[in-house]
C-alpha cells in the first residue's frame, strides 16, 4: 500500500459543527452550522484560529449546508434563500481567511444536497444541478484556493459533481463516504465509483466521515484503485452514521490509526466529526 511522495503530508482541519455545539452554538436541522456564520461569526473565527494554531495547513470553510437547498427546505421562500444562502458562504470563505496564517490554504467545503449519511434522499437531477451549480460559481467569485466536495455517497450525485466542476479554475479534490469496506454509502462498488472519478480532473481523492475501522478496512482496496494524491479524514465516533459524535475513541486509538494511515504516505490527512484542536495537533505531532 506504499506510495511516495517528497513531502510530508499537508494536515486538514477538523469538525467544525461539533465543535460549534461545544461552545453552545445552537444548530437546529436542517441548516445545522450553516447560520453560524451569520449569527456566531466570532465563534466561527475562533475555531478556525484554534485549528489553524494547531498546525492545520488547510482550512475548510463552514459551509456544509450554506445551500439555497437546505435553507428553503428550513422553510425560507425562494429568494430569500438564496439570499441567506449566498451570505453564509460568503461569510464563511472570509472567515476562513482570517486565521492569521497566509500559508494556509482555503477549501471551499460542498457536500450532498440532503443528508449525507442518507442516499435515499438524494433529491434528483435538478436539483443536484441547482445546487452545486451555484456553490462553484459563489466559491469562484469568492476566490478559495480549492473546492473540496466531501461525504459524498451517491452515484449519481457524485457524477453531477464531477460534472459541474469539470471546468473550474482552482483545483478540485473530493471525498467518499463508505457503506463498508468495498461499497460507497449507496451500495455501489468503490471501484465503480473511483473509476468514475478518474475521468474527471480530480487532483485528490479522500475518504471521510467513517469511523476509523471502516476506514482502516477499505484503505488496501482504495489505494489499489487510486494511484494519485489521496488523503484520509475518519471522524472520532464508535459508530458509523452518527449525527453527534460526542462519544468517540480514545486518544491512544487515535494516535495509532493516524499512525497506520501515515505508513502509507497520504497526501492529506486530519479528522473529522467529533475532532477537535487537540487532535489536529496530535496529527502534526506525529508526521513531526
Same mark, same amino acid.
Given at each position: 500500500? *506504499?506510495?511516495?511522495?517528497?513531502?510530508?503530508?499537508?494536515?486538514?482541519?477538523?469538525?467544525?459543527?461539533?465543535?460549534?455545539?461545544?461552545?453552545?452554538? &445552537?444548530?437546529?436541522?436542517?441548516? $445545522?452550522? +450553516?447560520?453560524?456564520?451569520?449569527?456566531?461569526?466570532?465563534?466561527?473565527?475562533?475555531?478556525? %484560529?484554534?485549528? /489553524? +494554531?494547531?498546525?492545520? &495547513? @488547510?482550512?475548510?470553510? *463552514?459551509?456544509?449546508?450554506?445551500?439555497?437547498?437546505?435553507?428553503?427546505?428550513?422553510?425560507?421562500?425562494? %429568494?430569500?434563500? %438564496?439570499?441567506? /444562502?449566498?451570505?453564509?458562504?460568503?461569510?464563511?470563505?472570509?472567515? /476562513?481567511?482570517?486565521?492569521?496564517?497566509?500559508? @494556509?490554504?482555503?477549501?471551499?467545503? @460542498?457536500?450532498?444536497?440532503?443528508?449525507?449519511?442518507?442516499?435515499?434522499?438524494?433529491?434528483?437531477?435538478?436539483? /443536484?444541478?441547482?445546487?452545486?451549480?451555484?456553490?462553484?460559481? $459563489?466559491? *469562484?467569485? +469568492?476566490?478559495?484556493?480549492?473546492? !473540496?466536495?466531501?461525504?459524498?455517497?451517491?452515484?449519481?450525485?457524485?457524477?453531477?459533481?464531477?460534472?459541474?466542476?469539470?471546468?473550474?479554475?482552482?483545483?478540485? $479534490?473530493?471525498?467518499?463516504? !463508505?457503506?463498508?469496506?468495498?461499497?460507497? !454509502?449507496?451500495?455501489?462498488?468503490?471501484?465503480?465509483?473511483?473509476?468514475?472519478?478518474?475521468?474527471?480532473?480530480?487532483?485528490? !481523492?479522500?475518504?471521510?466521515?467513517?469511523?476509523?475501522?471502516?476506514? %482502516?478496512?477499505?484503505?488496501?482496496?482504495?489505494?489499489?484503485? $487510486?494511484?494519485?494524491?489521496?488523503?484520509?479524514?475518519?471522524?472520532?465516533?464508535?459508530?458509523?452514521?452518527?449525527?453527534?459524535?460526542?462519544?468517540?475513541? *480514545? &486518544?491512544?486509538?487515535?494516535k495509532e490509526s493516524i499512525s497506520l494511515y501515515l505508513e502509507s504516505n497520504p497526501t492529506i490527512i486530519g479528522a473529522c466529526c467529533g475532532s477537535t484542536p487537540k487532535h489536529i495537533e496530535m496529527i502534526k505531532n506525529l508526521i513531526g
Amino acid at each position: 500500500m *506504499n506510495k511516495t511522495h517528497k513531502s510530508k503530508p499537508l494536515v486538514l482541519d477538523g469538525a467544525m459543527g461539533t465543535e460549534l455545539v461545544r461552545k453552545g452554538v &445552537d444548530l437546529p436541522l436542517p441548516i $445545522w452550522s +450553516a447560520d453560524a456564520n451569520l449569527t456566531h461569526p466570532e465563534i466561527v473565527l475562533n475555531i478556525h %484560529q484554534e485549528y /489553524a +494554531a494547531a498546525g492545520a &495547513d @488547510i482550512i475548510t470553510t *463552514n459551509t456544509f449546508r450554506s445551500t439555497t437547498y437546505t435553507y428553503g427546505k428550513a422553510g425560507y421562500t425562494k %429568494q430569500r434563500a %438564496q439570499e441567506r /444562502a449566498r451570505n453564509s458562504l460568503m461569510s464563511a470563505v472570509d472567515l /476562513a481567511r482570517k486565521t492569521g496564517d497566509d500559508s @494556509i490554504k482555503v477549501a471551499g467545503s @460542498i457536500t450532498a444536497v440532503d443528508d449525507c449519511y442518507s442516499p435515499e434522499l438524494f433529491p434528483g437531477k435538478g436539483a /443536484a444541478e441547482d445546487t452545486f451549480g451555484e456553490l462553484v460559481e $459563489w466559491f *469562484n467569485e +469568492a476566490g478559495v484556493d480549492l473546492l !473540496l466536495f466531501e461525504t459524498m455517497g451517491h452515484v449519481e450525485e457524485i457524477q453531477i459533481a464531477l460534472e459541474t466542476s469539470r471546468n473550474i479554475e482552482s483545483k478540485c $479534490w473530493f471525498s467518499l463516504i !463508505l457503506k463498508d469496506s468495498d461499497h460507497i !454509502l449507496d451500495g455501489h462498488s468503490l471501484k465503480e465509483i473511483i473509476n468514475l472519478i478518474k475521468t474527471f480532473s480530480v487532483s485528490c !481523492l479522500m475518504l471521510n466521515c467513517n469511523k476509523i475501522a471502516t476506514t %482502516q478496512s477499505a484503505l488496501e482496496l482504495f489505494l489499489s484503485l $487510486w494511484t494519485d494524491d489521496w488523503g484520509v479524514y475518519s471522524n472520532m465516533g464508535v459508530t458509523d452514521y452518527d449525527n453527534n459524535y460526542f462519544n468517540t475513541i *480514545n &486518544d491512544s486509538n487515535f494516535k495509532e490509526s493516524i499512525s497506520l494511515y501515515l505508513e502509507s504516505n497520504p497526501t492529506i490527512i486530519g479528522a473529522c466529526c467529533g475532532s477537535t484542536p487537540k487532535h489536529i495537533e496530535m496529527i502534526k505531532n506525529l508526521i513531526g
